[in-house]
Every structure is written in structure tokens, then in C-alpha cells.
């Protein structure tokens, strides 16, 4: 099995950081360390075991680490499932990675435009009761 | 050609026939002009209002028309209010808006956008001040230019959510004599920031302001009430943050960080074309220093003068 990045995402790198904004789901991320890697050999398709292997060999808990992060591209649905050809991207240096989630904007992007916003227009939401 | 881009190209020229050229005015977006064209006087005069008039001559024209729209007939292209959205080859972009029944559509090979709305009485209030937004967005597609959701006031870019502070501290630095060219959208390219709407909108409680209308739970001004309206080359940006402090301080931040006050924002209000305004949004953060503004009970006001006197 391997992976690629959704199209659908727009990606920005910054001096080591790299910032994810998956429109559809008003998610947005900030990628560092060992991340901003996976990210990057997400270019074009990949195997899966070539993504574990992109560091070299890793201690129990880095490997652990690098699988949180990919286990989180698939379920954000910041990749998408390829069935290839697939390339090996040259081996890096590890760095602890780190993914920020931000979803303060993900309630606004899943509300109906029509019925969920005020007169001022989206992002402006109607107030409503509490259900009783 | 899909069934579905023909049928938006079928739309676009139904709906622009149907307008006879009985009212024409230019205005400005960014460093570009574009031309409003109607028939339906009300129409017209709502969706015109707020937009700045411009005497050079015209890069597009939006046709705007008032009467029975066709429903949504195009496949669904994804969840939720995307589902109104439709791309087609060619760059033809077209959303519908099925409640208050409105089309917005933009072909950037005849340069033509369309505004089709079944009854005025049916467009929401926001409409009148920030009118024809997607249209303008898409139209600057192929250009370097792009609204931002963000405030400007003395070649400082404000970017944030909505909340965070931009509306205020442009009203108060507007009042103190700062120009401003914008409190929620402006159009950004080139190092610079252009005024798009005559619109400020303030929240109830949070500066005493005289004049404006009624706008939900907040009270909307003519930008050009406040002070000098101008295109600003962009020196900074700054992400507002409310504090309680009596004075307003900046502190560097990364660029990514400004990006991420920025760009998602401007993307989830303005559908369709994101790719190219977030690319365009990450050239701007990079071209300039960028800060935090914890900002007091001054909102901003010294601060952002200093900064503005560094960059004169």
C-alpha cells in the first residue's frame, strides 16, 4: 500500500515549517521535525515501508512516532491511498516530529451557508436556543 | 467540455443576455478596474453602493441580473455548501446559492462574471456591503493579486479571524489620523494593499463611534467616514491578538504563524481558486517582517504608528 498527498491541500514551507490547509475540511496544520519529511517525500506516490524507512533504523519510540504522524495525514485525509509507481525518496536525518492541528475555523466550514449564518453572511453564525 | 461546464457556460450567456445595459459604472478592485453593467435599477444601486468608483478603463465586466434563476442542475462536487460549488475546464467557476437563489459566475477566457439573483428581496443584507466578492476573487485568478480577509491601516496588514481585533484597531487608528484601506477584505499583490469595499463594520461595545446603520450585532460605517482611504504598500503584518494590557507591544512571529492567521480564513470565506490565494498570501508573509500585536487598551494605536514611521 502506499500514499500520496491529496492535491486538495495547499502546502507552504517556511524555514523548516511547513503549514497544511485541507479546505474542504477547514482543518490547517503546522508540520516540523520529522513531519516536514514525510510531508515533503509524500510529493508523489510512496510505499509505506518506504516512509518508515526514510529515517534509517529508529528506536521503538521514534518508529511509534513516525506512525502517529502518518496514521494522522490518512485520517485528516491529508493523503490519499495510491496504488503507484512508486518512488523511494533519499534517506534524512531524523528530527522529532511535531504536528499542530488547528480546528477554529473547522465549525465554519462545515456550516450550511444558508441556514446556519447571520445577515452579515458567513462566517457569521445565527445564534441559536439550546435544544430542550 | 463536461455536460456540467456546459451547462454553467449556457447559464453565463442566458444570464447575460437577459441584461440590457441601462446602468454602467466602473469601479476599482486592487490596481484593476472592472465594469458593472444592469438593467434592474435596485440591483444596482445595492450592489454598487459600497464598491469604489474608478474612471480608467475596464479589465471585466459583471453583469448583474434579476429574475427567475435556474435551479442547481450541475453533479454535486463535494460536502457540505461545496456541493454548490462547480470548477469546469477552462477556468468557468460557478457557485449557487439555492435559498436566496443566486448564481455567482465567472469565465476568465470572455472576462465576464454574473450576478443572477431571482428577487432583491431574497439577497441578504451582507451582500450590500461586500457585494460580488467570489465574483472578484475568481476574476483575480490569473493575476498577482488577491483579497486577503484582513484589515490595513498605515502599511501594517492586520490578519486574523473574525474576533481578533482588526476591526478595532483600524477604526481607532483611522481616528488617529492613520490611512487605512480596509478593516475585513482588501485585495493584496504586488507588496501592496488596495482598498475593496466602502465598508467597515464595528461590534457593538467595543469603540464608541458616531454615525453607521444597524448590521446584525454590529453597526456598519463607510470606510471613507473614517478617515483617508488609500492603497498602502504593506511594510508588516500583524497578527492582533486582545490583551488587557493599557499599552499595545508587538513581538516578532515566524511567518508561518502569520500564514496561518491569514490564509485559512481567506480561503474558507472565498471558495474556489484557493490554491492560487494561498500561494499568492505565502509570497506577501515572506516579503515582510511579521508580528504578533498584543494589543491594550490603546488598540494599537502607538505601536502601529511607530511601525508606520520606521516605513515611511
Given at each position: 500500500?502506499?500514499?500520496?498527498?491529496?492535491?486538495?491541500?495547499?502546502?507552504?514551507?517556511?524555514?523548516?515549517?511547513?503549514?497544511?490547509?485541507?479546505?474542504?475540511?477547514?482543518?490547517?496544520?503546522?508540520?516540523?521535525?520529522?513531519?516536514?519529511?514525510?510531508?515533503?517525500?509524500?510529493?508523489?506516490?510512496v510505499?509505506?515501508?518506504?516512509?518508515?524507512a526514510?529515517?534509517?533504523?529508529?528506536?521503538?519510540?521514534?518508529?511509534?512516532?513516525?506512525?502517529?504522524?502518518?496514521?494522522?495525514?490518512?485520517?485528516k485525509?491529508?493523503?490519499?491511498?495510491?496504488?503507484?509507481?512508486?518512488?523511494?525518496?533519499?534517506?534524512?536525518?531524523?528530527?522529532?516530529?511535531?504536528?499542530?492541528?488547528?480546528?477554529?475555523l473547522?465549525d465554519?466550514?462545515?456550516?450550511d451557508?444558508?441556514?446556519?449564518?447571520?445577515?452579515?453572511?458567513?462566517?457569521?453564525?445565527?445564534?441559536?436556543?439550546?435544544?430542550? | 467540455?463536461?455536460?456540467?461546464?456546459?451547462?454553467?457556460?449556457?447559464?453565463?450567456?442566458?444570464g447575460?443576455s437577459?441584461?440590457?445595459?441601462?446602468r454602467?459604472?466602473d469601479?476599482?478592485?486592487g490596481?484593476?478596474?472592472?465594469?458593472?453593467?444592469?438593467?434592474?435599477?435596485?440591483?444596482?444601486?445595492f450592489?454598487?453602493?459600497?464598491?469604489?468608483?474608478?474612471?480608467?478603463?475596464?479589465?471585466?465586466?459583471?453583469?448583474?441580473?434579476?429574475?427567475?434563476?435556474?435551479?442547481?442542475a450541475?453533479?454535486?462536487?463535494?460536502?457540505s455548501?461545496?456541493?454548490?460549488?462547480?470548477?469546469?475546464?477552462?477556468?468557468?467557476?460557478?457557485?449557487?446559492?439555492?435559498d436566496?437563489?443566486?448564481?455567482?459566475i465567472?469565465?476568465?477566457?470572455t472576462?465576464?462574471?454574473?450576478?443572477?439573483?431571482?428577487s432583491?428581496?431574497?439577497?441578504?443584507?451582507?451582500?450590500r456591503?461586500?457585494p460580488?466578492?467570489?465574483?472578484?476573487?475568481?476574476?483575480l485568478?490569473?493575476?498577482?493579486?488577491?483579497?486577503?480577509?484582513?484589515?490595513?491601516?498605515?502599511?501594517?496588514?492586520?490578519?486574523?479571524?473574525?474576533?481578533?481585533?482588526?476591526?478595532?484597531?483600524?477604526?481607532?487608528?483611522?481616528?488617529?489620523?492613520?490611512?487605512?484601506c480596509?478593516?475585513?477584505l482588501v485585495?493584496?499583490?504586488?507588496?501592496?494593499?488596495y482598498?475593496?469595499?466602502?465598508?467597515?463594520?464595528l461590534?457593538?461595545?467595543?469603540?464608541e463611534?458616531?454615525?453607521?446603520?444597524?448590521f446584525g450585532?454590529?453597526?456598519?460605517?463607510?470606510?471613507?467616514?473614517l478617515?483617508?482611504?488609500?492603497?498602502?504598500?504593506?511594510h508588516?503584518?500583524?497578527?492582533?491578538?486582545?490583551?488587557?494590557?493599557?499599552?499595545s507591544?508587538?513581538?516578532?512571529?515566524?511567518?508561518?504563524e502569520?500564514?496561518?492567521a491569514?490564509?485559512?480564513s481567506?480561503?474558507?470565506?472565498?471558495?474556489?481558486?484557493?490554491?492560487?490565494?494561498?500561494?499568492?498570501?505565502?509570497?506577501l508573509?515572506?516579503?515582510v517582517?511579521?508580528?504578533?500585536?498584543?494589543l491594550?487598551?490603546?488598540?494599537?494605536?502607538?505601536?502601529?504608528?511607530e511601525?508606520?514611521?520606521?516605513?515611511?
Amino acid at each position: 500500500m502506499g500514499w500520496v498527498a491529496n492535491p486538495a491541500v495547499t502546502a507552504d514551507k517556511f524555514e523548516g515549517e511547513i503549514v497544511l490547509i485541507h479546505v474542504q475540511s477547514g482543518l490547517y496544520f503546522s508540520l516540523r521535525g520529522a513531519a516536514v519529511s514525510l510531508w515533503e517525500a509524500l510529493a508523489t506516490p510512496v510505499e509505506q515501508s518506504a516512509l518508515l524507512a526514510l529515517f534509517g533504523t529508529l528506536s521503538e519510540n521514534a518508529l511509534k512516532r513516525v506512525e502517529e504522524v502518518l496514521a494522522l495525514f490518512e485520517a485528516k485525509g491529508l493523503v490519499l491511498e495510491s496504488s503507484g509507481p512508486f518512488s523511494v525518496p533519499a534517506g534524512v536525518s531524523f528530527e522529532l516530529p511535531v504536528v499542530e492541528s488547528y480546528d477554529d475555523l473547522a465549525d465554519l466550514i462545515t456550516l450550511d451557508p444558508i441556514h446556519d449564518v447571520s445577515a452579515e453572511g458567513w462566517p457569521n453564525v445565527v445564534e441559536r436556543s439550546a435544544p430542550t | 467540455m463536461s455536460s456540467n461546464d456546459q451547462l454553467l457556460r449556457e447559464l453565463l450567456d442566458e444570464g447575460c443576455s437577459h441584461v440590457r445595459a441601462s446602468r454602467v459604472a466602473d469601479y476599482g478592485v486592487g490596481p484593476d478596474n472592472f465594469t458593472v453593467v444592469a438593467s434592474d435599477s435596485r440591483a444596482f444601486e445595492f450592489l454598487t453602493e459600497r464598491l469604489f468608483p474608478a474612471s480608467a478603463a475596464s479589465g471585466f465586466v459583471v453583469y448583474l441580473c434579476v429574475g427567475t434563476v435556474p435551479e442547481w442542475a450541475l453533479e454535486h462536487s463535494g460536502p457540505s455548501h461545496l456541493e454548490r460549488l462547480h470548477t469546469a475546464e477552462e477556468g468557468l467557476i460557478g457557485q449557487y446559492d439555492g435559498d436566496h437563489k443566486h448564481w455567482s459566475i465567472w469565465d476568465p477566457v470572455t472576462r465576464r462574471g454574473l450576478f443572477w439573483v431571482e428577487s432583491m428581496d431574497l439577497l441578504p443584507e451582507w451582500h450590500r456591503a461586500a457585494p460580488l466578492r467570489s465574483i472578484l476573487q475568481w476574476a483575480l485568478t490569473d493575476t498577482p493579486y488577491t483579497l486577503a480577509h484582513a484589515g490595513g491601516v498605515g502599511g501594517t496588514l492586520l490578519v486574523g479571524k473574525g474576533g481578533s481585533g482588526k476591526s478595532t484597531t483600524v477604526f481607532a487608528c483611522a481616528r488617529a489620523g492613520m490611512p487605512t484601506c480596509g478593516d475585513d477584505l482588501v485585495v493584496v499583490g504586488n507588496g501592496n494593499a488596495y482598498p475593496l469595499y466602502d465598508s467597515a463594520k464595528l461590534r457593538f461595545g467595543s469603540l464608541e463611534v458616531a454615525g453607521g446603520v444597524d448590521f446584525g450585532d454590529k453597526r456598519l460605517y463607510r470606510l471613507s467616514d473614517l478617515g483617508t482611504v488609500a492603497a498602502m504598500p504593506i511594510h508588516s503584518i500583524a497578527v492582533p491578538m486582545v490583551g488587557s494590557e493599557s499599552t499595545s507591544t508587538l513581538s516578532p512571529c515566524r511567518a508561518s504563524e502569520a500564514l496561518r492567521a491569514l490564509a485559512p480564513s481567506t480561503v474558507f470565506l472565498l471558495r474556489g481558486r484557493e490554491r492560487a490565494c494561498v500561494e499568492k498570501l505565502a509570497v506577501l508573509v515572506r516579503s515582510v517582517p511579521t508580528y504578533r500585536l498584543h494589543l491594550g487598551a490603546d488598540h494599537g494605536v502607538s505601536v502601529l504608528k511607530e511601525l508606520a514611521c520606521r516605513y515611511p
